[in-house]
């Protein structure tokens, strides 16, 4: 999955700020400032740099804990000698800048300076760096009918009711002059039993210059089944279905209402001759032969060159139909009530035995493709098909509707079709998934979760304003957080209060006094004053092994920031870029035992992440994902993590939880769209959401 920017003249794309002004620039990824709010080039530090918007890691040195740390363990390389003499001389100059700064404080108190420059100017805000953009774009369908929608509505749409006890027409046998008869009289349908009858068309006509000839034919043997059965009306699509659009559009709407108000189902197959196996299957991948099927009271059965009507049971038909799918089953021994299901758990296993069904202009065996996202206008639309027809038949199955549109795609209804039905939150529920492929367009949409995890796990933490025309979700009440690529941040931090170590701390802050003490006294007191002299400089030698020590101890508290990598770096490494020095074996970094596609839980008495996770992560990068694994690493939880994307995700949004733990979307930014892409999605603590900001709408595209 390789993805570019959409190009203009010249290879340049634009984008516009908060003010409207609008910023030209490259290909090249970026990201918005979380400080200033301005579009930027993303510099991603690498373990292995590659081109000019990749560094190696880096870290701000000027820390004393990590300055004392790489004088203790120094890099083995050439002029090494020169390098540990200059990083000394640095050390001593930050102790002399503490005791210059206590001169200050004793004879100007109200000066604000601190006593170690950049190290105590840091401080936990308890907040992690916000997502300072917002959409701010026009809506294609809104939540609110409030909100502008950009949706082209067809002619009498919203005179359309949402559900009907009876059917707009019924074919009905007039008794007097012996002839079959449209009527749309209400008075009549409402006392007349009706059979509804299912079928796949390509059991009924072929296209071409006999269609006309096939359907009448066809129409024929129902008239006479139904006759069999001592029915003198029915319903078939054939001949029910308007001419007009807005008739079109209120029989689409209205034809679950048909199958459950009718008095029986009849089943009309192909020709036996041909194979009752291929009859049955041609059916049962009929796009909207389940809805009519499980929406009916009874259900019998016919096959074109048999005169026997069969009745049937659900669980007969689901052998009979379905043997090939064990969600089909679950559906089925749902609703003949020998397996109940949450309502929730039955619309997702509908949904996703409608969707990988065909349409009825699909011939048996042959899959229909997967739903993508349909542009408007990108295709002709025939008065035969709508493009969103999967939508329209798992419509019937839930309370609230929408209205037929033939210029939306299935994404876009479905979207609708969520909002309308706010309940379910089908479509919030999905943006928290991570499928197994994450496609370049609506990347929110998901059939899979590669944690195993079902749609009726997932808690959202969110709620879906609208849908974009281009297939993006807008979505409101996220938590948002920036994710830091260009180095390690200097990190505030807490350890635990230890009387030693805050004596060992101090020691190295009397170096230099002592030494202008010795040499002040040394003209009256020259023993005194050498004596002094070499304490002091002693004190200088070892302040790093003493400041090390005094650093020491687990992390209580740390400033939030989320910082990534890419490629593998180990616990130790992180540790040492974030924290600098630590005397013994204190660990200030944990990895994650569920967190991402790479966690391997510890199998022992205490939960906990096991190391062989960056061994696996660093087989990953080397082999087909290389390239592609990046190291994200969160201070407020104290946890890392490994994942595989596409791009480097620059945008950390909380957006539900699962199984005990908070569903993170980790996107990249698409600046000249105003739009969020979905990289990958990480379970960490649902206590970090805390520490982050709520910010506007947000666009997933």
Known sequence: MHWRLPVTRGETITCYDDLGKPKTHGL??????????????????????????????????????????????????????????????????????????????????????????????????????????????????????????????????MDIRTHTLYPRLLIIRDPIRNEWVPCADRDIIIHTKFIAISFYSGDAYTKGSDQKKQKAQFIEEVRAAVLGQKYNAYWLDLECVGETLSEKNRDLYCMADVYRGAEMTLIMLGKYATGENKCWRGWGERMWTMPEALLSRHLCYKFRDREAVTPLSLLQLANLAYTSYDVEQAIINAYSGKDPLERLERLTLLKSAIWRRGAANLSPGISSPPPRLDRMGETPVTDEAYKAQRVYALMGFFEHRIHPNRLEGNLHALVRLSMANDNDRIVERMVSMLPSTITNEACWYSDNDIYDAKLWDILPEIQVAGITENGALVVDGCRAAAIRWKDFPEVAFVTPGSLRRAIIGFIPYLSWPTIFIGSGIYTTHHVEGIALIVIGVVLLIISPQLFVFSQSGRIVEAQPWFIGVKGVISIGEAERHLYGAASGHFPRMYFTPSGSQ???????????????????????????????????????????????AERPPTVCIFAGREGGLGRFVLCSERCNINELHKESVLRMPTEISDSMELCGWVALG
């Open 28 to 157: 090249e990824q970026r990201y918005v400032s979380p400080t200033t709010g301005i579009c930027r080039k993303l510099i991603v530090q690498a373990v292995t740099p590659i081109g000019k918007r990749e560094v190696a890691i880096r870290d701000h040195t000027s820390q004393a804990s990590k300055i004392a740390l790489r004088l203790i363990n120094p890099p083995i390389r050439r002029w090494i000698i020169f390098e540990c003499i200059a990083l000394w001389v640095w050390f001593t100059l930050k102790l002399l800048w503490s005791f210059i700064w206590l001169l200050i404080q004793l004879f100007y108190p109200n000066n604000l300076g601190d006593d170690t420059g950049e190290d105590t100017d840091l401080y936990n805000t308890g907040y992690y760096k916000p997502y300072s953009r917002q959409f701010s774009g026009q809506l294609w369908a809104a939540r609110s009918p409030k909100e502008h929608s950009s949706r082209a509505i067809d002619e009498g749409e």
């Open 598 to 644: 790479f966690s391997v839980p510890e199998q022992g008495t205490q939960r906990g992440g096991s190391p062989t996770q960056y061994g696996n992560a660093k087989q990953a990068d080397s082999g087909p994902d290389a390239g592609h694994i990046y190291t994200l690493i969160d201070t407020c939880s104290s946890t890392m993590y490994y994942f595989r």
